[in-house]
């Protein structure tokens, strides 16, 4: 019985030719290639809550910090 909160954080899907995430090795093309991508789904209504934020791909940890200055 514990509440999930899916799609909180979204990230909006690269344009059309750009390289996939997992093609970009350098921490700091990665991270441009984040900015402005986050976006939040502000469905909690209710309470004070910690989130759990899962990627399915850590290599320079780079979505995570765009994640992290997105939400704070």
Known sequence: ??????GLLQKAPNPPGAPA???I?????????????FSI???ITDGCWDAIIIDDLYDTGSSMIMARLRTH
């Open 1 to 6: 019985n514990i509440p999930v909160f899916d």
């Open 41 to 43: 789904n502000d469905s």
């Open 21 to 23: 995430m997992k093609n």
């Open 25 to 37: 090795h350098n921490v700091q093309d990665k991270m441009a290639a984040l900015e402005g991508k």
